[in-house]
Structure formats: C-alpha cells, structure tokens
C-alpha cells in the first residue's frame, strides 16, 4: 500500500457550517486554514474553477501546510462528441491545469465526472479528454453504472492507467484498476463506513492510492472524523 487513505469533503465553503463546524466569528477567508487544521484532505468541486483566480489558489497554499492534499475535480465533462466541443473543453482543462499548476506538491489526484444523465461516452471524447491531462497525476473518472461502462470505455480507462470512482451506497466494492481510485459518500452508518474503509484498504494494496470524501456537507464533518478514526484502528 502506498500512502494513508485520505480522507475528507466535497468542499470546505458551507455557509450551513457557519456556527457549526466553523465559529461563527471565523472570517470566510480562513476557512480553509481551518479545515485544513481539522481535516487533511478536499476534493475540491468543479464549480468552483468558475471563480477561482490564481490569487485565490497562492493563498490555498497560504493555509495549508506540505501535508495536507488535495483532489481537484476537473471542470464539467462536456457532454457532446463533437469536435468543437471537445476542443472548447480541452481549452478550459489547459487553462485550468496552468492555472492550478502550483498546486502540485499538494495534488494527489485527478477526478472526471460524467453525469448520470449520459447513456453513451463518446471513446474519442473521453480519450481526447485523458489525452489532454496526461501522466501529470492519476486520473479517476466517475461514470454511471451500466451500459455507459461499455468493454471500450474500460479498456480506455485501462490504457490510461485511469480508475473508477467508486459509490458504496450504490456498488459492493469498488472496480479494479488505476492507481488512485476515489469514493464519494452521502450518508452512512458506523457499520457500514467500516467496511468501505476496509475496501478501499484492500484496494490500495499494490501501491495505489485511495481518498474517500463525503459529498453531504450537513454530516460531512462528523462523518470524516468517524472514517478518519476507523482509518487509523485498521491501519488503513
């Protein structure tokens, strides 16, 4: 097994956690610092590149300190095989991999979602999309269950080294192959949060890497400590 299984949320900007998780005198602006002192790790949501500015991202590395990691989450899939769209796309995945560039002693992970709305991938849409990332970081690509997960589009996944995120509320266990595999969890009891913990352990034998975050921001923060503390007793 590589490194420990992270742990964390889908972003750390909850207004709903003001007075709550976060003090209710606690500047917005230190809410990462914060976090970052709490939990060790984020998955930072793909809207968020609509607003984030390079400025914004030199203050992240501001907050953190050089074990803290993150799972940046690429902008929305584009959803068309067409070739202007795919090229529009392959411009904004550029432009946000120069702009997060500095973030890259803290990066763990790339995360790809396709909505659950597709009921095909285009292959040369996806490869064009894994082509344009590269081996910079591992790649996890989160696609729905069923007929979307065609033999091409595995054997896509395959070629690129690239993983599947994995839904414990939805599959048993999560999907060989990758190297680092992501889990995103709503809600859970402490039985069941032991046994995805176990999983992802079992997956990450092999020298592959894993994180688990909690997407339900109302019990994320109890739920990322539970993990966190199962983690630690399993050696996970």
Not at 29 to 35: G, I
Not at 44 to 58: L, M
Not at 71 to 97: C, N, T
Not at 175 to 200: C, H, P, T, Y
Request: hydrophobic fraction near 45%.
């Amino acid at each position: 097994m590589t490194d420990s299984l992270l742990i964390g949320i889908r972003g750390w900007e909850h207004d709903e956690w003001q007075d709550g998780f976060y003090d209710e005198a606690l500047p917005a602006e230190w809410r990462l610092c914060y976090y970052s002192n709490v939990i060790r790790s984020v998955l930072v949501p793909a809207q968020k590149w609509e607003s984030v500015s390079a400025a914004d991202i030199s203050q992240w590395m501001e907050d953190i300190d050089e074990e803290f990691r993150f799972i940046l989450e690429l902008p929305a899939w584009v959803g068309d095989a067409a070739v202007p769209a795919l090229e529009k796309w392959q411009q904004q995945g550029q432009a946000f991999l120069q702009m997060t560039h500095e973030l890259h002693p803290w990066l763990s992970a790339y995360l790809l979602r396709v909505p659950s709305t597709e009921s095909a991938v285009s292959v040369a849409c996806l490869q064009g999309c894994l082509e344009m990332l590269g081996d910079r970081f591992p790649v996890c690509v989160d696609l729905p269950t069923g007929p979307v997960r065609s033999p091409q589009i595995m054997e896509l996944l395959d070629t690129f080294g690239a993983s599947l995120c994995w839904h414990p509320s939805r599959e048993p266990r999560p999907e060989d192959g990758g190297k680092f595999m992501v889990a995103l969890m709503e809600q859970s009891e402490l039985k069941a949060l032991r046994r995805v913990v176990e999983r992802l352990g079992a997956w990450m034998e092999g020298n592959r890497g894993a994180g688990l975050f909690f997407t339900d921001p109302g019990p994320a923060p109890q739920l990322a400590e539970q993990a966190r503390i199962i983690a630690e007793l399993l050696d996970v």
